[in-house]
């Protein structure tokens, strides 16, 4: 487990690589679409400084979302479209001293936090927790949010190291659920997911009940699904349709049909 401040830590990286890469752009990349439906490049960033905005207890922009925005599907989506939206007249680089100023004063914020504070009452998104609970969702936020950037502009990058081992865990984590729940193949199912470097790794699953990870893949699982450690983060992350997925960068071995239904249930975000 990652202390307090290991967890600030990892938060404060992954701001630093964010700004760094901001810090490469020019305008019109800055306005490049992502993977993100309806957000360019700057949106993401800006989506990323909302949050901490919100988090110092600064008032929300007093601004309307446009009706009619095809990506705007729900309340949530509205919310974060409120800040986002508010900011598209502004630069790249208005956009990213924004972000600097406001990460960094929340930086600030948690550098002088003592276990009180990391323990107070705090909405997370999965329900009430505290702010402990809540940093490592920060981290992986931003983390996913620097990759739709950085594939956007083709400035691969962070693909390694404390904060991406962490986002990774996070959605590897949920490949039980995947299995057993979204999929819910018989008892005695058992997948292997072996995802190759960047962010490579072998995770067996078997259902018996419930779904549970094994300690060592089986020698003849029911089906074993292959590719990379990106490709599998955009799957889990909802940034790539499943079926180009598989035309692609996917392979299956063993029973298809199963291993198909795992690739097109792989999204937990969305």
């Not at 990323?48 to 600064?58: C, I, S």
């Not at 999965?126 to 702010?131: C, E, H, K």
């Not at 598989?246 to 792989?266: H, M, N, Q, Y």
């Amino acid at each position: 487990m990652a202390s307090d401040q290991d967890l600030v830590d990892q938060l404060g990286y992954v701001w630093t690589s964010l700004g760094t890469l901001g810090g490469t752009l020019n305008e019109v990349e800055w306005k490049t679409p992502t993977d993100v439906p309806g957000w360019t490049v700057q949106d993401n960033l800006v989506h990323v400084t909302a949050l901490e905005w919100m988090l110092l207890g600064r008032p929300a922009p007093d601004h309307t979302v446009p009706d009619g925005l095809p990506h705007v599907k729900n309340d949530v989506g509205r919310t974060n479209e409120r800040f986002v939206d508010s900011r598209r007249g502004y630069s790249g680089s208005d956009a990213l001293a924004e972000f600097q100023e406001v990460t960094a004063e929340r930086l600030a914020q948690l550098r002088g936090f003592g276990a009180d504070d990391f323990g107070a009452d705090s909405f997370t998104p999965v329900g009430p927790g505290t702010v402990r609970d809540l940093l490592p969702f920060r981290i992986f936020d931003a983390w996913v949010h620097e990759q739709d950037m950085r594939r956007a502009v083709n400035r691969p990058g962070h693909l390694d190291g404390p904060v991406a081992e962490m986002a990774m865990g996070r959605l590897t984590g949920a490949l039980p659920f995947v299995v057993g729940k979204k999929v819910a193949p018989p008892d005695g199912t058992t997948v292997v997911v072996d995802l190759g470097s960047p962010l490579g790794g072998t995770y067996g699953v078997v259902v018996k009940g419930r779904a549970r990870f094994l300690d060592e893949p089986p020698a003849q699982p029911t089906a074993t699904i292959r590719t990379d450690g990106e490709t599998f983060a955009r799957l889990a992350t909802g940034r790539l349709d499943p079926a180009a997925a598989l035309a692609g960068p996917v392979t299956i071995e063993g029973d298809e049909a199963l291993g198909r239904r795992v690739v097109e249930e792989l999204n937990i975000l969305f």
